[in-house]
């Protein structure tokens, strides 16, 4: 079951500190695009490019940590050694997947920051047509599912959104405990790629498969607590 986030769920919080007025940033007024100035909106791509790049390089160290951490436990002495190495793996990995959530908000945030510049432009562009005057009336949230549904294929299309006007959309980086059978599905990929340790390519593949087995449990256990919320 995935329940999906909208644009607006993403972005309303930039946005508010975007508005300077109060009674705008809180709710209790209509917000409208001319209340965020360009600059402004030019500012806070610039903070959420410089923030996303940050974070992927964040997510590149944790997964050379990942590698050598799986490298460490193929070659463990013993069992109660690669149980330990299992744990900081695993530790590694939950951090690393807080972070794809983070980079997926940064993504999202931005992708809203680029369409409200675009708006604005269209904006200006037509400012003596009606195109012009609606997005000015358009309520912001109400603008930002506009918006929205202006993307094709991950890109802004002045033109869809000037169709749409013409015809009048990981939660939380909280985590569950540790489970053992976790640990044990990370010792059980070291036990099988100790014979592949002297081959990096078979290395690789095994350390490919430990990734995708931790993704998938990652994700079967993000649905379970999506139903249980649902």
């Known amino acids: 079951m995935d329940i999906k986030k909208t644009l607006w769920d993403y972005g309303k919080n930039v946005l508010r500190e975007l508005l300077k007025e109060p009674a705008k940033a809180e709710g209790s007024?209509?917000?409208?695009?001319?209340?965020?100035?360009?600059?402004d909106l030019k500012r806070?791509?610039?903070?959420?490019?410089?923030?996303?790049r940050k974070t992927l390089n964040e997510v590149r160290e944790l997964e050379a940590q990942k590698r050598k951490l799986f490298d460490?436990?193929?070659?463990?002495?013993?069992?109660?050694?690669?149980?330990?190495?299992?744990?900081?793996?695993?530790?590694?990995?939950?951090?690393?997947?807080?972070?794809?959530?983070l980079l997926d908000s940064l993504s999202q945030q931005t992708r809203l920051i680029n369409g409200l510049i675009q708006a604005k432009e269209l904006g200006r562009i037509q400012k003596e047509s009606g195109i012009g005057a609606m997005l000015q009336d358009f309520d912001l949230q109400d603008l930002v599912i506009f918006i929205?549904?202006?993307?094709?294929?991950g890109e802004f299309s002045q033109e869809k959104m000037q169709e749409m006007l013409g015809v009048l959309d990981r939660q939380g980086l909280e985590r569950g405990r540790v489970e053992d059978e976790d640990i044990n599905v990370i010792m059980r990929q070291f036990e099988a790629a100790r014979e592949a340790q002297d081959d990096p390519?078979?290395?690789?593949?095994?350390?490919?498969?430990?990734?995708?087995?931790?993704?998938?449990?990652?994700?079967?256990?993000e649905d379970l607590e999506?139903?249980?919320e649902s």
């Open 29 to 39: 007024k209509p917000a409208r695009l001319e209340d965020i100035k360009m600059d």
């Open 44 to 52: 806070e791509k610039v903070r959420l490019d410089l923030e996303e």
């Open 72 to 101: 460490q436990g193929v070659k463990a002495a013993g069992t109660r050694e690669a149980k330990i190495i299992a744990r900081k793996l695993k530790e590694v990995d939950g951090h690393a997947g807080n972070l794809d959530i």
């Open 148 to 153: 929205d549904n202006a993307f094709i294929d």
């Open 201 to 221: 390519e078979a290395m690789d593949v095994e350390f490919q498969k430990l990734n995708e087995t931790m993704e998938s449990k990652r994700t079967d256990k």
């Open 226 to 228: 999506l139903e249980d």
